[in-house]
């Protein structure tokens, strides 16, 4: 592989936009194709070039990224019709973006493998503000040699990127990464209703306990916009459930008890019969200010 390969980009969401930004602005050039038409024009006005089909982006590359929503999309734009295996040939590298399930990765995985194809998996966390700012954390499971290969790459799209094990084991990193994740943002949203109940500056509370040992992500990121009852997505409160509905199926096959995973997603499945599923993870505070009573704003 050249030392500035030619890069496929295949799903122009949220992340996928401004990541195809980063790597046109390092220099590389890049093909993309999406499922609909705003993504794709958005990129080709930043300077990228249009693809016309999965296949031959990746016919017409050496590193192929796909950051789609959910398993079947994957099953879809890499091994359906004109999906990238058509394009496939020896030497080229996939590399899935998307959080799905580990094992339809290591599924799509094997039949890439089958075309001397390697794909790593390589899902991402740190929203849409990481992926404007490269600094998300990539996991990456695969083969070490690939990894290597796409360092640099890597290196554009994130902040870090951690080699995580062998197929399949960066999609179980990051469904940990969710769980912690999820759990978070409920005791981000708990502290804020006790105190908004109570009465307190709330201004004020989001900056002592964002400067102390109970900081965080969410306290820092999360929790201003809630006090502005801003919900707009940074990360869509119905992909978060897609990732803890993998989550739960994960448990259930290694039969792990995850209580505080399973409570967000009952929280956030009655958020969702509201019709709030594409506002942000951040609109669960909705979920405790009903309980409550209450609601929280500066």
């Known amino acids: 592989m050249a030392d500035r390969p030619l890069v496929g980009y295949i799903g122009l969401g949220i992340m996928g936009r401004p990541m195809v930004n980063n790597l046109l602005s390092a220099g590389y050039e890049v093909t993309v194709w999406n499922r609909s038409e705003p993504g794709i024009a958005e990129c080709i006005e930043a300077g990228a070039s249009r693809g016309t089909s999965p296949a031959q982006v990746a016919q017409s590359t050496d590193v192929v990224i796909t950051c789609v929503t959910d398993s079947p999309d994957v099953e879809q734009v890499m091994l359906g019709d004109g999906g990238a295996i058509e394009g496939a040939r020896e030497g080229l590298i996939v590399v899935d973006m998307s959080t799905i399930s580990p094992d339809v990765t290591r599924q799509v995985s094997t039949a890439f493998a089958n075309e001397g194809v390697s794909m790593l998996d390589a899902p991402v966390s740190g929203g849409d503000v990481g992926a404007i700012a490269g600094t998300l954390s990539i996991m990456v499971g695969g083969d070490k040699q690939t990894f290597d290969q796409v360092g640099p790459i890597f290196d554009v799209l994130g902040k870090t990127a951690t080699y995580c094990g062998s197929s399949g084991l960066g999609q179980t990193v990051k469904l940990c990464n969710q769980i912690v994740g999820a759990v978070n943002i409920l005791a981000m949203c708990e502290g804020l209703i006790l105190g908004a109940k109570a009465g307190a500056d709330m201004e004020a509370l989001v900056m002592a306990v964002s400067n102390g040992a109970a900081g965080s ?57 509201d019709g709030l599923g594409d506002e942000g993870t951040q609109a669960l505070a909705k979920a405790l200010e009903r309980l409550a009573g209450t609601q929280i704003s500066a």
């Open 217 to 273: 992500w969410m306290m820092s990121n999360l929790a201003p916009k809630i006090l502005q009852r801003d919900f707009d997505p940074g990360f869509m409160l119905k992909l978060q459930q897609k990732d803890l509905r993998l989550v739960m199926e994960s448990a259930h096959a290694l039969k792990v008890a995850l209580p505080g995973a399973g409570l967000v997603h009952q929280l956030f499945h009655g958020l969702e019969a």
